[in-house]
């Protein structure tokens, strides 16, 4: 078969059949909350068994009318349509539920935290929490969660195959220069999801140890190891006082930023090879730096002792960098340069193969290598400059991946950002809107959207607009793009 054929497959069947196991695997992760308003006596138990019933019977015949059709070969093409469409069918059918549930949510409401959970950005259009049915709070920190480990694999399977924004930095075996797809890391994907779940169970383990309720640490640990920020209350970790739980907090956070792949090295080897990794280095490096200048600088201007400055500040950086999103404190009082560094943070993102958002550590790292090599060349025209990652040489091609990345976003951000001025948003809530739904952050600046706030009383039209720069930011632009592009589908 020619290289060109191989790319330009689209077997719709295998389209329809893998959405149609997506949607069944749906309908089991929808039980639970089910049941919790069962026990705890509430008619939206309903609810979800309907939502389980559509979603399921959609699930079985989609599954059903093309059986037989899965193969272990992908071909380019066909992973971008599946990797698209699979996060825009989770999002429509796992936002039925917010739709049955009533409480004002319109259509556009509910699509907006469906997605907010499943791209683990943590935006909420849901005022009232601490009063609402305990299956919808679960609900929401279940599609967080479903979401972060879905975001890990795209990133270790689908994008290093589909060679977006760099990601070809990251291939193994499952991708070889025929561009065919051959899933030989089953294992591997068992062993992230183990240590996706032991995580998390250790998480809320630590959560109720440090005095939450079985409840509250439940979602919290889900919320937490996706860096979705869903919390089951308004004030979110401004309701827990104890400084125990905002420690182990940061400490999850910080362990949610970093590769779950290294995690199954480290447990496989039994030898921690963390800072052996040129990612994880220049991140713990970067986290550091902004740690000890904020804490600094919020301990002299606020008169408070070191400890209670630190924790504060420790939170809050996590939870930004990390792009988890929970709030400790209103940091946007911290003065003109706190909100300055923090608007910045919101850009950077963990590491790839975490479940965090934003440009991600290793497109930094590969970027100011490019932006060095280029001066040297400049200097020394005749000078060759190999530069490497991780023991693997950087391309120009990726070079030019990374750049393009990151020029893209930028350009969206400033896109979208005018998008949000023509619904009547003022400018800081438009651009910090804008860049936190690009980046999944979910918390932005300003009285509206801001740390102290939320998204509900913004116009339909603005929620839709960032609702689709969720996706686009999640799926990493081009991913989105291309399909959208018509030249795709010629």
């Known amino acids: 078969m020619q290289r060109r054929h191989l790319t330009t497959i ?93 409480n004002g949510m319109t259509l556009v409401d509910s699509w907006f935290e469906t997605v907010s959970g499943l791209t683990t950005t943590g935006a909420t259009v849901m005022t009232s929490l601490d009063d ?24 270790i399977i689908m994008l290093p195959f589909l060679k977006v924004g760099g990601m070809q930095l990251f291939q193994t075996e499952n991708s070889d220069r025929s561009e065919k797809f051959v899933p030989r890391a089953g294992e591997l994907m068992r062993m992230i999801v183990w240590s996706y779940l032991s995580l998390t169970i250790l998480c809320g383990l630590s959560y109720s140890w440090a005095g939450m ?13 996706a860096t979705s920020g869903y919390s089951t209350h308004d004030n979110s970790f401004n309701a827990f006082t104890n400084p ?34 040129t990612q994880v280095r220049g ?49 946007t009082t911290w003065g003109a340069g706190a ?29 100011l290598r490019t932006a060095n090599n280029y001066i040297s060349r400049l200097m020394s025209p005749n000078r ?33 950002t005018m998008a949000l001025t023509v619904f009547g948003l003022d400018f800081v809530t438009s651009i910090s809107g804008a860049t936190t739904a690009l980046t999944n952050v979910g918390p932005g600046l300003g009285d509206i959207i801001g740390p102290s706030g939320n998204y509900s009383t913004l116009p339909d039209g603005a929620k839709f607009i960032l609702t689709i720069a969720m996706l686009l930011g999640r799926l990493e632009f081009f991913t989105f793009l291309v399909v959208f592009s018509p030249s795709f589908w010629r």
């Not at 309908?27 to 006596?41: E, G, I, R, Y």
């Not at 609402?132 to 480990?149: D, E, F, K, N, V």
């Not at 309720?213 to 190891?225: E, G, L, W």
């Not at 190999?386 to 990345?405: C, E, M, P, Q, R």
Request: neutral net charge; hydrophobic residues 55%.
């Open 10 to 102: 689209i077997d719709v069947q295998r389209v329809v059949f893998v959405n149609g196991m997506m949607l069944l695997a749906l309908t089991v992760f929808m039980l639970p909350p089910a049941f919790t308003d069962l026990v705890a006596h509430n008619p939206n138990a309903m609810v979800f068994a309907i939502s389980a019933f559509i979603t399921g019977f959609l699930g079985l015949m989609m599954v059903i009318a093309t059986r037989g059709s899965w193969s272990d070969e992908i071909y380019l093409k066909e992973g971008f349509v599946l990797t698209v469409s699979s996060w825009l069918v989770l999002s429509s059918f796992a936002s039925i539920p917010f739709l049955l549930y009533g």
């Open 132 to 155: 609402m049915p305990p299956g919808i709070l679960l609900w929401r920190s279940t599609i967080a969660w479903i979401g972060g480990i879905g975001i890990v694999l795209m990133a």
């Open 213 to 225: 309720s079985a409840f509250d640490a439940v979602n919290h640990a889900m919320t937490t190891m």
């Open 244 to 277: 125990r739980i905002h420690w182990i907090s940061s400490l999850f956070m910080l362990a949610a930023s970093l590769p779950l792949a290294l995690y199954v090295r480290t447990v496989k080897t039994r030898s921690l090879d963390f800072w052996n990794d």
């Open 283 to 331: 991140f713990l490096k970067l986290v550091t730096t902004f740690i000890v200048i904020i804490t600094l600088s919020y301990s002299y201007s606020h008169d408070k002792n070191l400890l209670d400055s630190m924790r504060l500040v420790v939170f809050n950086v996590l939870a930004i960098i990390s792009t988890t999103g929970f709030v400790l404190d209103d940091y």
């Open 339 to 367: 909100v300055g560094v923090f608007f910045l943070l919101t850009f950077l993102g963990g590491c790839t193969g975490s479940t965090s958002g934003g440009v991600k550590t290793f497109r930094l790292q590969v970027m």
């Open 384 to 416: 060759v400059a190999i530069s490497t990652f991780n023991g693997k040489k950087l391309t120009t091609d990726i070079s030019i991946s990374v750049l393009a990345y990151i020029s893209v976003m930028f350009v969206s951000v400033m896109v979208f």
